[in-house]
């Protein structure tokens, strides 16, 4: 358990939009961020933060919260990991008692993965350091490579050691089960058998882009046809490889700052171009490129360097990737090697300057790269050539963005030899050929699914919801401040009639509110509304430090994502830069006191409304009396007097 300094410290240092830019490449919008949302698959910013108000809000997806939600949300931690995290990125000291074995087995399978992972983790790294096995095989092969000291334990590189149960049984005797051991991959069980997957191999674990070790890579260092070179852990609840890159955890920074992020195939060509001192790289581990992987990088830069090693053969099945890159609307370039040379070997060959130097100059944008390539093994053979201009020509029309099109057939005729109005009429017969391919899916869909057309209804807008949520919004953001309010009591004149009186008094914002919905007895339709409501009158009437952060992050998360939904709900117009475009949204002009008071007499024209058409029901069905009817008179007046406050007609 966590102390409460502890999570009062962390939420006073913690800044969302420094924690949040580890994840999600943020730029300025106003006074807020905005960014591609990590949650769904876009192009266009839906993702805002806000640094005055402490939370963030993904419209595409409807998550938000505070700097803690996002992490649990993105990298699945519970509250207290989130802490931790958050305490170590400060360098706050975690107050708690110690996990007990009952705490271990009380936790969900999800956690339950992750313990067994962080364990393993430890028990690589404490076998390649440790054991005399592990200091003359592991050590060995790494040093071999050229990795120091630092760079070994950064990237937390471990050793298994050639036995066919050791790692079980170590982490057997510890308390962990069998069941998660298995469920990691970690353990192969079969029939009544058991033996660890990785034995006899150096270890290079996996990370998510917060740290967390995800599974496990290994390299076998002996001659064995029968053994795979690289062996991986497979797919579990927590490990996705199409969605893993590895080195993505020690690179995110980096990517975000050089605004590039260069992609290799390997864990030690990651490790070795990081030791170098370029730190923007990632590895897609062996397997191809994914969509996944690609937006896992686009969070971070639009820009990609592809590096190639110096293999004719491998680079041109690498060259299937970059049209996946293109299609997120990514901007690409392709560094090739010397013969021969890998992204490790040349990186430990070279210094800095010259390795920073040779990327500098001989990345080239991917179509000049690619058409140069192809050009060179067509040359001689009209029909291939013209084969490997289609095929150039596919990928430009992947491009989303008709800019950049128009550029690289510029480009394409260029180098190719061939006229522009060729090419342009190409890629128009691949778009046309797409779009009805899209057209043809779309209508077998529309068909399976087919039902009978009602006339669309235009959809009602629930008036005491909005009103409700904006008082919900003025209480979040303008609670605890006084203000000079004007109220119009009603009074008899000389005449007897009912007359408006000006009286101006001195209130909090959360008082006036509570006085006036408690003096007319109004009480909240939507149960989240409520709920949010009482909690937030009581902190405010409890606390005069009221700190909206730590508010949010005391509730639950459901009430925490409807709070967080109110409160950014206009700062989604920022999303779109109107400034850009010449259209200058005009800014709140409007007091609190003047918004409170037109908020609630709103409301309550709106319940005086209901509450006459309650009245005219009965007059329909007869059941209507004197008493009725001077009811409705009596409300009818006060709904004229509350619209002369409004000056409006209602």
Known sequence: MISKSTIDKVFEAARVEEVIGDFVNLKKSGSNFKGLSPFTDERSPSFMVSPVKQIWK??????????????????????????????????????????????????????????????????????????????????GYFKERGFTGETIEKFQLGYALDQWEAFTNNALNKGYQLE???????????????????????IFPIHSMSGRVLGFGGRILKQDKRAAKYLNSP????????????????????????????LVEGYTDVIQMHQSGIKNVVASSGTALTPDQIRLVNRLTKNITVLFDGDAAGTRASLRGIDLILEQGMNVKVCAFPEGEDPDSFARKNSF???SLFLEEQAVDFIQFKASLLFEETRNDPIKKAETIRDIVNSIAKIPDYIKREIYIRECAKIMDISEEVLFSTLAQIENKARKE??????????????????????????????????????????????????????????????????????????????????????????????????????????????????????KPEIASEMTSILMNEERYNLHDWERRSIYPKPKDVSVAQLVNETILSLRCFLIDQKVNDFKQETLTGKSNKGVLEDVLNYSNLKMLLSRKLNRVL
């Open 438 to 555: 899209s057209d043809r899916k779309y209508k077998v869909q529309r068909k399976q699914f087919e039902v009978i057309k009602k006339s669309p209804e235009t959809p009602k807008v629930n008036v005491q919801y909005e009103l409700e949520r904006k008082i919900i919004e003025i209480l979040l953001l303008y609670g605890n401040r006084k203000e000079q309010f004007e109220d119009l009591q009603l009074q008899e004149d000389e005449d007897g009639e009912l007359v408006l009186e000006p009286v101006v008094q001195e209130y909090k914002v959360f008082e006036k509110i509570y006085l006036d919905l408690h003096e007319d007895e109004m009480e909240f339709s939507n149960s989240n509304f409520r709920s949010i409501y009482y909690a937030i009158i009581d902190t405010l009437n409890q606390d005069p430090d009221f700190k909206l952060s730590e508010f949010i992050a005391q509730v």
């Open 353 to 355: 300057e010259e390795l």
């Open 235 to 262: 797919e579990s609840d927590i490990y996705h490889k199409s969605k893993v890159l590895y080195g993505i955890y020690y690179a995110k920074q980096s990517i975000a700052k050089e605004d590039n992020c260069f």
């Open 180 to 202: 998660f051991l298995e469920k990691t991959g970690l353990t192969i069980v079969k029939d009544d058998r058991k033996f660890d997957r990785f034995k006899g191999r150096v």
């Open 58 to 139: 993904d419209f595409s997806s409807g998550k938000g919260g505070t700097v803690v939600s996002f992490l649990m949300e993105h990298e699945h931690f519970t509250y207290p990991e989130a802490i931790k995290y958050l305490a170590k990125k400060y360098n706050i000291e975690v107050e708690e008692t110690q996990l007990s074995s009952e705490d271990k087995e009380k936790a969900n399978e999800r956690e339950s993965l992750y313990l067994v992972t962080e364990f393993a983790n430890n028990y690589f790294q404490k076998v390649l350091q440790e054991t005399d096995q592990g200091r003359s095989i592991g050590l």
